[in-house]
């Protein structure tokens, strides 16, 4: 990773901002794929500047920064992801996490219903969207209810039963509120 990263700077810092690109890509995927959460934002931060429109990095920075609790940064990274996307699933999941985290519960749990309003049964983020409303009761028992009638509508669309919370929410809930990986 280090001489990568190395290599990612030298081609900075000569000009080469496409082979820069690719090297600072493959040393954010290293530091994501090892858990180094705090490193891989320093190095998509990085990358960000040479290419600010690379929206998957934009979104696991953003996924990073709550997953090393600097949710605020993760709300400033979402703003244009969410602008110019607002039904997108991976990103509204973020911005639910970062609100929880950052003590507003009762938002969150209004994100994940309203991702649940808008979802299609089509949606390849079903499973995603459902493990989310799971978890509206633990930030905020009054939507519990509505909650827990859009997880059985949207189980019924995806064909799957509406007994009891998922393997993911329940593995959502032990990883202390993190997002995944979009």
Known sequence: VARRLRLAELHSREGQTAAAIEQFKRVCDQLWAAGAFQD????????????????????DLASAYVRIGQARKAVAKLGSLLQATPEDVGCNEIFAYAMAQMGKEDKAASIAIEIARRVRKDNPDLGKVIALLEMVPTWDSAQDGEAKRLIGELRGRAGKPPSGPSPAARQAAAASSSPARA
Do not use: G, K, W
């Open 40 to 59: 891989y934002t320093r190095v998509a931060e990085r990358l960000l500047y040479h290419d600010a429109n690379i929206r998957d990095v934009q979104r």
